[in-house]
């Protein structure tokens, strides 16, 4: 990637800019692993909250895949170990650099990659082979509804196959496995958890955790102040009291969800 990107081309119509140090830090990023690997980079792209319609100043992180026509070397590992260390504070204050280094064979299956040089919160930034993916189906339903930003290569969306309804409910028996793991975590699990009651009510897991927030405040009234002090959390305008709401509201509503998968079929 030896130009800028042009973000307004490879966003979806409806998701807006992201801020500049985002798009600089994601740009930063992909030239970094096309250095790093060459010509075995064969695609770059993001999904998550920066491909859809967010409120003013939604911390973005940078949710990426990309995929690798073969495995790396281990010079061309530790140089994607060195990248991930340069920029772990990319993007903006409050993101992470959040994504899986995929082997372009194992992105057209429906059994969850195992990454050849995963980042996530969860591994601590550790670049040895894995972690899984296991919420490869939702990625591939959010790709393939198009809500995907292609920074380098081949769309993904000609690659990854639809997922069933089946290996949906399991990635949000994945998610969910993962929010009730990490109550620390408390404004990102009652927007999960929400994002999770949506998408079984809907049988859709294609959304944004903004717009689960705001059907759950309409659906379950109960669970309104929550999800407000949650979406404060994520714009970065907390008030005082906030943690003690979301702990009450992380309470009822992720036992909620966890009840309404359950019964999902």
Do not use: N
């Not at 993001?46 to 409120?55: D, E, I, S």
């Not at 793991?181 to 079984?200: I, N």
């Amino acid at each position: 990637m030896d130009r800028a990107v042009d973000w307004r081309a490879v966003l979806p119509d409806d998701a807006p800019l992201p801020p500049p140090a985002y798009r600089a830090g994601c740009e930063a990023f992909v030239r970094g692993v096309r250095e790093a690997l060459g010509d075995d980079l064969v695609s770059a792209y993001l999904y998550g909250a920066v491909t859809f319609p967010r409120p003013e100043g939604w911390v973005l992180d940078v949710d990426f895949h990309t995929l690798l026509a073969r495995p790396p070397t281990d010079a061309r590992r530790q140089a994607l170990r060195q990248l991930h260390a340069d920029l772990a504070g990319v993007g903006e204050p409050g993101g992470e650099l959040d994504g899986y280094h995929l082997l372009l064979a194992d992105a057209g299956s429906s059994w969850p990659p195992t990454g050849v040089g995963g980042v996530s919160p969860s591994t601590g930034g550790d670049l040895a082979d894995g972690p899984v993916d296991e919420a490869w189906a939702l990625h591939r339903a959010h790709v393939r509804a198009g809500r995907v930003a292609v920074l380098h290569g081949l769309d993904p969306r000609g690659v990854v196959a639809a997922p069933s309804w089946r290996e949906l409910l399991e990635g949000l028996r994945a998610e969910l496995r993962y929010v009730v793991d990490h109550p620390e975590h408390a404004a990102f699990g009652v927007l999960s958890a929400c994002r999770v009651a949506w998408s079984v009510e809907h049988r859709d897991v294609v959304v944004s955790k903004a717009t689960a927030a705001r059907w759950g405040a309409t659906a379950h009234p109960a669970w309104a102040g929550a999800l407000d002090a949650a979406v404060r959390a994520y714009t970065r305008r907390p008030r005082p009291g906030d943690d003690e709401v979301l702990a009450r509201g992380r309470a009822a509503i992720v036992p909620a969800a966890v009840e309404a998968l359950a019964s999902a079929d």
